[in-house]
């Protein structure tokens, strides 16, 4: 099987790559090449015994998509996108990458077909942005897209095209809503949920940290181990499950910063949570106001798809993950 990461050198790209090249099969089919993409050369995976190559490209400049797809792969994984914050505070470049560059994708897919048949699997990353304020307690499935952002918007024309795409057969599609991620590793984003793992990461490391935003904010979350185990699952899926609603929300864990914090404080102790403090931001605040605070995943569930029940559980995956025992609990 021939792999493309689009996006793979991004954070969740990158440990999707690494299960990748461990495993060196996805859902019991033999990976022989991996083809790795980003805005900057993606690092080598370690371990992998099959072909990798390595392109440092813009998905949405001239004939870079069907470059890519001149060389057929069989599963595709579109994780490229700016974040949330540079997508409201660049328009124009929000636009470019995450909207004309799925297109651009799509479209080289479907050209390539007339060749020879070719209608390979695609898993596009959505996200809860789609979903914005007036918002029920909880969301389903079928609640309608309301995006409140340029980022939010981008991804649910992502869901529309996707859906358009695989229902003319042009390609077989399944898009996963990702939860906000926490705790990513690494410095802070430009994402506006960014703060949601700064005020862990950080202070695990003996950091300070600045809260933006009232502790009673509520948000729906799920680890990095989580998210890469939603793209690997939803690979391997039979998508005529699907219908016609090809993407899902992913499983996760409705929670309030407050409960974030004293999740931290039960790992990590006061010292860490002490290292926090909360300076008010206007713009941010009024952004997170009209998120997602809490979905009923079950059609994922159904599917197998699976995610932590608790913050404790988030946050032990990010030290076993990233702190290698700097912490014990």
Request: a negative charge; charged letters at 20%; aromatic letters at 6%.
């Amino acid at each position: 099987m021939h792999i493309l990461v689009i996006g793979a050198a991004g954070m969740v790209g990158r440990k999707l790559v690494a299960a990748l090249a461990a495993n060196s099969q996805i859902n019991g089919s033999p990976i022989e090449q991996l083809t790795l993409v980003d805005i900057v050369e993606p690092a080598a995976p370690q371990g992998f015994a099959g072909k990798t190559t390595l392109t440092a490209v813009d998905l949405s400049s001239a004939g870079a998509a069907a470059n890519l797809i001149a060389a057929r792969p069989d599963l595709i994984f579109h994780l490229a996108a700016i974040v949330s914050g540079e997508a409201e505070a660049d328009f124009e470049k929000g636009y470019r990458v995450n909207l004309d560059g799925t297109r651009l994708l799509f479209e080289a897919i479907r050209l390539e077909a007339k060749h020879a048949p070719y209608c390979p699997k695609l898993v596009f990353t959505s996200s809860i942005a789609v979903f914005g304020a007036p918002l029920p307690e909880t969301i389903g499935d079928t609640h309608h897209h309301t995006p409140l952002t340029s980022y939010g918007t981008q991804k649910a024309i992502g869901e529309l095209l996707l859906a358009d795409y695989s229902r003319r057969g042009f390609l077989d599609g399944i898009g996963i809503r990702l939860p906000t991620i926490v705790v990513r590793p690494g410095k802070p984003n430009k994402a506006a949920s960014g703060f949601f793992s700064n005020i862990l990461r950080e202070p695990l490391s003996g950091l300070e940290a600045v809260l933006p935003v009232e502790k009673s904010v509520r948000h729906w979350f799920a680890s990095p181990r989580a998210a890469v185990r939603f793209l690997i699952h939803a690979a391997g899926l039979e998508t005529a499950s699907l219908g016609s609603r090809r993407s899902l929300s992913m499983p996760g864990l409705s929670a309030t910063v407050d409960e974030e914090i004293e999740a931290l404080r039960r790992l990590a102790g006061e010292k860490a949570v002490a290292l926090i403090r909360f300076e008010s931001d206007e713009a941010i605040a009024k952004m997170v106001a009209g998120w997602p605070q809490n979905f009923d995943a079950s059609r994922a569930i159904a599917l197998g798809f699976r995610a932590e029940t608790s913050f404790d559980e988030i946050i032990r995956a990010h030290v076993e993950d990233e702190l290698e025992g700097v912490i014990r609990s």
